[in-house]
């Protein structure tokens, strides 16, 4: 029995629930730029233990940085709306992150449409 097929097909289902960038950001310069202007403008930015500028930023804190990358890219993407973008962190990251949730969809309204 050849499996080669079975796997290929299952790679491209759980790839299709990904944001359009997850695994190439080099060519995504629009949500790049998104991610740098929030991060000026939220300053300092806090979801949960993690401050996005350091360390989250930097990749630390186990896949918190991934999930949150993820998430903020289905947001910037319009894959998800602001009540599931809020939703989504608020079950990862815990309660009590409004504001820096609230600023970083505020944010979006600036953005360009893809």
């Known amino acids: 029995m050849n499996l080669r097929p079975a796997a290929l097909a299952a790679l491209v289902l759980i790839s299709a ?3 359009p960038d997850a695994y190439n950001n080099r060519a ?3 949500f790049n730029g998104f991610v740098d202007q929030v991060s000026r403008a939220c300053a300092p930015l806090q979801l949960g233990r993690y401050q996005l500028a350091n360390p989250l930023m930097g990749g630390a804190g186990g896949n918190s940085y991934d999930y949150w990358l993820d998430q903020t890219s289905k947001l910037y993407y319009r ?4 009540a599931q ?3 989504s962190l608020s079950a990862f ?3 009590g ?5 609230d ?3 505020g944010n ?7």
């Open 85 to 87: 973008y809020r939703e």
């Open 93 to 95: 990251f815990g309660a």
């Open 28 to 30: 995504a310069t629009g």
């Open 108 to 114: 979006l309204q600036s953005a360009p449409t893809q």
């Open 97 to 101: 992150n409004d504001g820096t949730i």
């Open 17 to 19: 629930g990904c944001a």
């Open 79 to 82: 894959t998800i709306s602001p």
């Open 103 to 105: 600023c970083i969809v």
